[in-house]
Nanobody, 114 residues
Framework: VQLQASGGGLVQPGGSLRLSCAAS????????MGWYRQAPGKQRVLAAV???????NYADSVKGRSTISRDNAKNTVLLQMNNLKPEDTAVYYC?????????WGQGTLVTVSS
């Protein structure tokens, strides 16, 4: 199983980005999907997660500005981020739980700067 993340880039404060992560490499049913992020010099922390049934949970730092969604048929997970702030600058890593294993994407850099 390989996860491919995309959608990062440079955006001005107040802007929006949509991160995408697609899984490939077989036929499977992913359980939880989500995104962690790692700011420069800091630990990786959970940003948002969505269960197979669509229940979502967000870190307080992104709640109200972000929406996570998934397409079970395509094994993809999206993270729509709005009203971005400089403190959102980080490498964003997608993950998927398949059976008892956790798979990670390669990370996509989001830079929020004017």
């Amino acid at each position: 199983v390989q996860l491919q993340a995309s959608g990062g880039g440079l955006v001005q404060p107040g802007g929006s980005l949509r991160l995408s992560c697609a899984a490939s490499g077989g036929t499977f049913r992913a359980n939880n999907m989500g995104w962690y992020r790692q700011a420069p010099g800091k630990q990786r922390v959970l940003a948002a997660v969505i269960t197979r049934g669509g229940v979502t949970n967000y870190a307080d730092s992104v709640k109200g500005r972000s929406t996570i969604s998934r397409d079970n048929a395509k094994n993809t997970v999206l993270l729509q981020m709005n009203n971005l702030k400089p403190e959102d600058t980080a490498v964003y890593y997608c993950f998927m739980v398949i059976d008892v294993n956790v798979y990670w994407g390669q990370g996509t850099l989001v830079t929020v700067s004017s």
